[in-house]
Nanobody, 124 residues
Framework: QVQLVESGGGSVLAGGSLALSCAAS?????MGWFRQAPGKEREVVAI????????EYGDFVRGRFTILEDNTKRTVYLQMNDLDPDDTATFYC????????????????????WGQGTQVTVSS
């Protein structure tokens, strides 16, 4: 079973930046991030199709976040700029194994591998 190791996150003032990284211990087809704020549904942040580097972003990102992959290290990075208090959430790294069914890049069901979550807190 592939495992994900997340790092980064923390606290920042509104308008600031944070970066997250996530390393996979084996092959994945897609990797990226979901997030869940208190009292809200878990939502997709950004996904990249590994080895192809083709990113997709949640609508709320609006050009503020960038997901990058280093396929040689099986690692994805999420650079988050212009953060807002509404971005406060637990961010979860996700990955799809080679045989995972695909329900859409933005569907939680497409990703069988989840990290433990890392907290991002944005204060005004």
């Amino acid at each position: 079973q592939v495992q994900l190791v997340e790092s980064g996150g923390g606290s920042v003032l509104a308008g600031g930046s944070l970066a997250l990284s996530c390393a996979a211990s084996g092959y994945t087809r897609r990797m990226g991030w979901f997030r869940q704020a208190p009292g809200k549904e878990r939502e997709v942040v950004a996904i990249v199709m590994t080895a192809l580097g083709r990113p997709e972003y949640g609508d709320f990102v609006r050009g503020r976040f960038t997901i990058l992959e280093d396929n040689t290290k099986r690692t994805v990075y999420l650079q988050m700029n212009d953060l807002d208090p509404d971005d406060t959430a637990t961010f979860y790294c996700v990955a799809s194994a080679g045989d995972d069914p695909f329900y859409g890049w933005d569907s939680r069901s497409s990703y069988s591998i989840w990290g433990q979550g890392t907290q991002v807190t944005v204060s005004s």
